[in-house]
């Protein structure tokens, strides 16, 4: 499948401001789009950035099919630009694209497409400290048919946002007890946008009670930790690395799968297992020293000070010598190429070193 580009006449780089800026609200100069129709993908092509422009009976703006990934790109430090994880970003979105019975994306698109956009807004992907290029190829059904049906018609496209190096703050978190993101035979393995739709109102309502975020439980008893927002789970009890399990639902991250990994090749004890909110009660209850964070690609790691459950608040170690950071740097250092990836994790994109 050809990939046909046709470039912006000037670029809006020289007018970001990489010192003050909000995420997610200005795109790099061009995007991908490709659409999809009679059983086939039919074109593709980088183009300068700019709205769409859709038929209100356009199938995404009803049904909710709608598929996305986020994934970065970072300046290493030999000037090269990497990708992280592109594969596994591949296969999830047609993980994703499968269970909400839309067409799969072919590696000449779905990767071949990324490593053209990013090649093509290279100068978009800063060497600041911390700095990311931030990708979202997402997929929407486009066909025009107010019919509750699976549409024939889907347009995919990546677009790309610069990311700062953000310091995570520590979160206070609220065991969710009640409301659920995902329960067996759902479709919270999926990255589709109902899914985020629905956990606005439960995190509302945490925002309300004065925390930052909720921490999802189990739908059948809510007596097992899952997920936190949009982030997956992992704790350090005693010196061990524990995170539930993936499945149908929780979504299998690959930065959680990126800092098991890491883990295990520090020689550190690691347990994927399902965590009970009552064995997480009982370790502050011992008085065991607890790591609780979030794991994602936006933030990477964001620790939780603070764990309401069953009434009570409790706090988990975010001290600077937790263990927790130690994970994050050998992480970052892989990722930056200051450490070899004897993983094959960084996709390098051809860079105009000279430019
Ligand atoms: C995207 C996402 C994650 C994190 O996945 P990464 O691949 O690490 O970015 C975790 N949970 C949910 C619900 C998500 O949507």
């Known amino acids: 499948m050809e990939i046909k580009i046709k470039l912006k006449p000037s670029s809006a780089l020289d007018q970001f ?32 950035f700019e709205s769409l422009s859709l038929s209100p009976l356009s199938m995404c703006l009803h049904y909710g099919q709608t598929v996305f990934e986020g994934l970065k790109a970072y300046r290493q430090v030999d000037g090269s630009i990497s990708i992280f ?27 071949a497409g990324i490593k053209k956009l990013v090649e093509v807004d290279q100068d978009w992907v800063t060497d600041r400290e911390g700095f990311s290029l931030y990708l979202r190829p997402f997929m929407i059904a486009t066909e025009e048919r107010l019919g509750v049906s699976i549409s024939r018609e889907y347009k995919f496209m990546v677009v790309a946002s610069p990311l700062a190096a953000y310091y995570s703050a520590p979160l206070k978190v609220k065991v969710e007890k009640h409301y659920t993101r995902a329960c067996p035979g759902g479709a919270g393995m999926a990255k589709n946008g109902g899914n985020y739709g629905a956990s606005y109102y439960p995190a509302y309502l945490a925002q309300q009670e004065g ?108 001290e600077e010598d937790a263990k927790m950071y130690l994970l994050k740097k050998k992480l970052s250092d892989i990722r930056l190429g200051r450490e070899v990836d004897p993983y094959g994790w960084s996709s390098l994109i051809e860079v105009d070193l000279v430019k």
């Open 85 to 111: 994880r592109l594969e596994g970003h591949w296969e999830r979105m047609n993980q994703s694209l499968r269970r909400m019975a839309m067409p799969e994306l072919p590696a000449e698109l779905f990767i």
């Open 17 to 48: 401001d990489f010192d003050q800026f909000q995420f997610g609200k200005a795109a790099t100069d061009h995007m991908l789009v490709a659409d999809y129709a009679d059983g086939a993908w039919q074109s593709a092509e980088i183009r300068g």
């Open 211 to 318: 925390y930052d975020q909720v921490m999802w439980t189990n739908s059948r008893d809510h007596e097992y930790l899952e997920e936190s927002g949009t982030m997956n789970l992992m704790f350090i009890i005693d010196g061990i690395l524990l995170t539930p399990p993936t499945g149908e639902t929780v979504l299998a991250g690959l930065t959680r799968d990126s800092l098991l990994q890491v883990a295990k090749d520090m020689n550190w004890s690691c347990e994927v297992r399902p965590i009970a909110i009552k064995e997480l009660q009982q370790a502050f209850e011992d008085g065991k020293r607890v790591e609780a964070f979030g794991v994602g690609t936006a933030a990477v790691l964001t620790p939780f000070k603070l764990i309401h459950m069953e009434g009570e608040d409790y706090f988990p170690y975010v």
